[in-house]
């Protein structure tokens, strides 16, 4: 029975899960080493990889169309740790959010007031994002 050791790359599918098992060869006429890789499908009966994880597969009888490994030993277990963004903000993080943007002196323009704005601009002709200096400066060129 043949024995490899890889990690896990994705466990998404019900009792399967897919190892990528690496390995250096020797390219015939430049004699340099370049790495490949190999995936197979694994049977995850309890489905306890995770992406990441260090695994010894061993090959067994054909369980389906392309799953011919098993689970010998799990080495090395990831931590899944949930994105940042995906967690809601607490009403303390918002509370000094609120007392940055206030000491920074303003409010930050939201998108809909952006819109609002450039849809004033298009049927006035008005420049209202720009300083007093620059719509003067405009102002005088169009003038000469």
Do not use: C, F
């Not at 918002?94 to 000491?103: D, F, I, Q, V």
Request: aromatic share 4%; net charge positive.
């Amino acid at each position: 029975m043949r024995v490899k050791k890889g990690v896990v790359t994705s466990s998404k599918m019900h009792q399967t899960a897919v190892v990528a098992v690496h390995a250096y060869k020797n390219h015939p006429k430049y004699k340099k080493k370049y790495r490949i890789s190999k995936k197979y499908y694994v049977h995850d009966p309890e489905n306890k990889l995770n992406k990441g994880d260090e695994v010894k597969i061993i090959e067994t009888k054909p369980i389906s169309k392309l799953k011919r490994w098993k689970i010998e030993k799990i080495y090395k277990t990831e931590v899944i740790v949930p994105d940042v963004d995906t967690i809601a903000p607490s009403a303390e993080d918002l509370t000094k959010t609120e007392k940055k943007e206030s000491a920074e002196g303003g409010e930050k323009i939201s998108s809909k007031k952006k819109e609002e704005e450039k849809a004033k601009v298009a049927k006035t002709g008005e420049n209202l994002g720009k300083t007093e200096k620059e719509a003067s400066g405009e102002k005088l060129k169009e003038e000469k």
